[in-house]
């Protein structure tokens, strides 16, 4: 199982958005950059721009992975409210009623994956981003 700490680095970000419910697809494209902040915390940065509906913006996230207790991991949004469990390669849950949002996490050190699923009453799409660690130049 591959831990945050292994994926620290600037990867390449494409996710396709497909909102069932607009019946709209778009995609955003951009960097996502893993780093640490200390011995029990990566920093989750993405920036880059989303085509939807016939609009380009710019969009930006900040998600934090703490380390509990357990040794375990645990994504949580920027303002410190828990996202979702780091389990690599099974389903993961974040609870936000009305809807319902199941996850995956998958992949090695060169290419992952984030795969996420929302379904209920307002929402209906899949978010699935594809990341590749970015090549650099030799120096």
């Given at each position: 199982?591959?831990?945050p700490?292994?994926l620290?680095g600037?990867?390449?970000?494409?996710?396709?958005v497909?909102?069932?419910r607009?019946?709209?697809?778009?995609?955003?494209?951009?960097?996502?950059?893993?780093?640490?902040?200390?011995?029990?915390?990566?920093?989750?940065?993405?920036?880059?721009?989303?085509?939807?509906?016939?609009?380009t913006?710019?969009?930006t996230?900040?998600?934090?992975?703490?380390?509990t207790d357990?040794?375990?991991?645990?994504v949580?949004f920027?303002?410190?409210?828990?996202f979702h469990?780091?389990v690599?390669g099974a389903?993961?849950?974040?609870a936000?009623?009305?809807?319902?949002?199941t996850g995956?996490?998958?992949g090695?050190?060169?290419r992952?994956?984030?795969?996420w699923?929302a379904h209920?009453?307002a929402?209906d799409?899949v978010?699935?981003?594809?990341?590749?660690r970015?090549?650099?130049p030799a120096?």
């Amino acid at each position: 199982m591959l831990q945050p700490t292994d994926l620290l680095g600037e990867w390449e970000l494409r996710r396709t958005v497909d909102d069932r419910r607009a019946a709209a697809r778009g995609v955003v494209l951009g960097t996502t950059t893993l780093t640490s902040t200390g011995a029990d915390e990566v920093r989750w940065d993405e920036s880059g721009t989303m085509t939807f509906g016939g609009r380009t913006v710019p969009v930006t996230r900040t998600l934090l992975v703490r380390r509990t207790d357990g040794g375990s991991w645990t994504v949580h949004f920027a303002d410190g409210r828990v996202f979702h469990d780091w389990v690599w390669g099974a389903r993961v849950e974040h609870a936000c009623a009305p809807d319902d949002y199941t996850g995956v996490l998958d992949g090695d050190v060169t290419r992952w994956r984030v795969r996420w699923e929302a379904h209920g009453p307002a929402k209906d799409y899949v978010l699935d981003s594809e990341l590749r660690r970015r090549s650099h130049p030799a120096d």
